[in-house]
């Protein structure tokens, strides 16, 4: 990539939000957000997984290679991150307790809690790479900044 990531996010991030503004539909906005980031970054994989109500996410729009469709709260990154509504940010997903390998392709992965205009959880996005250590504080400061946009769409 020629540009810096902090700066490819800086010219993705008023794409993104001119995509979404004036867009409530949750489906329409994160699958233009997945689409986005897959093409500006490559990703291996980049998506979304909803709180099903039923102590576990269902699979959200997506950009990659097929993804586990039902994940359980207290189960893997997304569970994780879901649960404490916090950032995850993980370098070598060997190492993470309780890892769920939707692929084994999958090295690394950064998850960040989905929340609505309340601060309520309501999903996380998921994003994989194919390679170690891939993701960092750019990464968490930028994507976070993507789902506070995401939130301000939400009912």
């Known amino acids: 990539m020629g540009a810096g990531k902090a700066e490819v996010y800086e010219a993705l991030i ?3 939000r001119n995509l ?3 867009e409530e539909n949750l489906v329409a906005n994160t699958a233009n957000t997945a689409a986005a980031l897959k093409q500006a970054f490559d990703f291996f994989w980049v ?28 189960r893997g990154v997304c569970g994780h991150a ?3 509504g ?5 370098p070598d997903v060997e190492q993470f307790p309780g890892h769920i390998a939707c692929s084994s392709a999958s090295r690394s992965e950064i998850v960040l809690p989905l929340k ?8 996380v996005l998921d994003i ?4 170690l250590d891939d993701f960092d504080s ?11 946009l995401l939130a301000e769409t939400l009912m």
């Not at 916090?86 to 993980?90: E, I």
């Not at 609505?116 to 999903?123: A, F, H, M, P, Q």
């Open 14 to 16: 008023p794409q993104i």
């Open 20 to 22: 979404i503004s004036g």
């Open 47 to 74: 998506g979304f997984y909803f709180d099903d109500r039923k102590e576990e996410l269902v699979l959200g729009p997506f950009q990659g290679p097929i993804a586990c469709t039902r994940i359980r709260y207290n």
């Open 82 to 84: 879901f649960t404490t």
């Open 86 to 90: 916090a950032t995850v940010l993980v």
């Open 116 to 123: 609505d205009r309340n601060g309520n959880v309501i999903g």
């Open 128 to 131: 994989d790479s194919d390679r």
């Open 138 to 148: 750019t990464d968490q400061k930028y994507l976070e900044q993507i789902t506070a």
